[in-house]
């Protein structure tokens, strides 16, 4: 973790805060979720954990971990003789927002365990292990993806059976238990669950997400199951097939502003759970590969979708999609405060573990963002100063750490204090020096995307007030803006 100041900062802190109201903490937390057995209270817990991580005071954690405990403690009341939330299984009724809001559930157990080494969360994993995960060993292969019903932002489930599954109108949801049942795998190495995931990712692999309409979201957290289950087993294919289907959201489900579309091929609403998704398997795919492209994509979705989805009330809302159809840009639902309030601690935590990493021994600044960033042999204090041409980025260095590289903008042109090479993705520094400055110098340009001829200085994409008349320096933040401003906020590309 790094230490934050400035905006990623005033980011975390706002989202804490929204985070600590009534509805994320016990008892009202467990009478959220309306249909989606677990998926609320997995996602606080999951949301809570992070911001315990992140939080550089005493008394910050003390209260975050408050909050939890008491959650944690009342599961008990809350939950069925199996340990997750809602009917017990039922093998001729499968409900995949069941199964979806579990998958968080799960993930939110293995978050508290690793937090806290509480036994009891993980005896709670061995008892849904054996009464749900178990028994759904061979019916993922049966899964229907035929048409549904057009869903609203927070979905819900359609009449009667097909093929003994009640389904959702978040077309794929059930692929969301991915990510939980690969989490319960790394967590309690049990064997039991390898055929299980290895038949999800089969059935996840046979979906044609294109002709389906599947939601962005449940693509993208599967898709974070497959990457785990990589990470557990090193076996290539899930790797291979992990980029593939990265490829296709950010071809046909990604928005010109690098935020998504709620369900491939219907460009309605922004969703930023899938945003916080978009970014985390970027970064991810960037650490197996090592390739740039991964890099400059998710700063392209912080600067232009993660940031702007983020309200002044610290929670996360909905946007249009800017599209080759659609070029108003607005705010369409003020704060999703059920779904993506939660998961944009997520995205939170991701940069706060990623701003600046080591690879090879070597401090690379993948971020922007004033912090200060400690690892055993030295410390960097990273400091930037950005007007709407340029960036400038100090770097004071304590110890023996090596001389840093630092992510390069889109176009930008290049000055620094110290002897350095260029690459396309990267500027590093050849000679260790107590201190390094660099500048970029980002002059406006057009890309081609979706059809689309996008304005761009550096990764930002430059949105036009009044169709050109006015030009601004790229998606505005709405953390200054009252709530009225926000729900009458209007830019067009």
């Not at 997400?209 to 962005?216: M, N, P, R, Y």
């Not at 996360?316 to 607005?330: K, P, Q, R, T």
Request: glycine content about 8%; some cysteine; aromatic content about 10%.
């Amino acid at each position: 973790m790094i230490r934050p100041y400035g905006e990623l900062r005033r980011r975390r802190d706002l989202n804490a805060g929204r985070l600590s109201a009534d509805m994320y903490a016990a008892p009202q937390i467990f009478e959220e979720g309306g249909d989606w057995p677990g998926d609320w209270q997995g996602r606080a817990i999951i949301a809570l954990c992070c911001h315990w991580r992140a939080a550089d005071d005493a008394s910050a954690r003390a209260a975050i971990m408050a909050q939890l405990r008491a959650v944690m403690q009342a599961l008990p009341q809350h939950t069925n003789r199996g340990g997750f939330f809602g009917p017990e299984f039922d093998p001729r009724k499968i409900n995949e927002q069941q199964l979806s809001g579990n998958g968080w559930f799960l993930r939110g157990l293995c978050a508290w365990y690793a937090a806290t080494s509480d036994r009891e969360a993980l005896r709670r994993l061995d008892a849904i292990t054996e009464s749900l995960l178990c028994p759904l060993a061979d019916r993922y292969r049966t899964y229907p993806a035929g048409p549904r019903e057009e869903g609203s932002v927070s979905g819900h489930t359609q009449a009667g059976t097909v093929d003994g599954w009640q389904l959702s109108s978040d077309v794929g949801c059930a692929f969301i238990l991915l990510d939980g049942v690969t989490d319960v795998y790394a967590t309690t190495r049990d064997a039991r669950l390898r055929p299980v995931i290895e038949e999800m990712i089969a059935a996840f692999e046979g979906l044609d997400v294109l002709s389906c309409h599947c939601q962005t979201h449940a693509t993208l957290s599967a898709l974070r199951g497959v990457e785990r289950y990589f990470c557990l087993t090193g076996e290539a294919r899930y790797l291979d097939f992990l980029r593939r289907m990265f490829a296709v959201y950010t071809e046909h489900g990604m928005t010109l502003n690098y935020a998504n579309f709620n369900w491939f091929g219907k460009p309605f609403w922004t969703e930023p759970c899938a945003v916080v998704d978009s970014l985390l398997l970027a970064l991810r795919l960037y650490e197996h590969t090592g390739e740039g492209q991964y890099v400059r994509l998710a700063n392209r979705v912080y600067a232009n979708a993660l940031r702007h989805a983020q309200r002044p009330n610290g929670g996360a809302g909905c946007d249009s999609c800017l599209c080759e159809h659609n070029d108003v840009f607005e705010t369409k639902m003020y704060e999703a405060f059920f779904c993506c309030t939660m998961r944009y601690a997520e995205g939170i935590s991701c940069l706060l573990e990623n701003a600046v990493r080591l690879r090879g021994g070597r401090p690379e600044v993948l971020f922007p963002f004033d912090c200060d960033f400690e690892a055993e042999g030295g410390r960097l204090q990273i400091r930037c100063e950005q007007t709407e041409e340029e960036l400038k980025i100090r770097i004071r260095a304590e110890g023996e750490l090596p001389p840093p590289a630092i992510y390069r903008p889109s176009g930008a042109e290049t000055a620094a204090d110290a002897p350095f090479s260029e690459e396309e993705y990267f500027v590093r520094f050849t000679e260790k020096k107590e201190e390094y400055v660099l500048s970029f110098r980002c002059p406006p340009y057009e890309e081609e995307r979706r059809g689309c001829r996008v304005p761009m200085r550096g990764d930002l994409v430059l949105l036009r007030k009044d169709r050109g008349r006015e030009e601004r320096g790229g998606i505005e933040s709405c953390l200054d803006m009252t709530e009225q401003e926000v729900a009458a906020y209007r830019r067009y590309l």
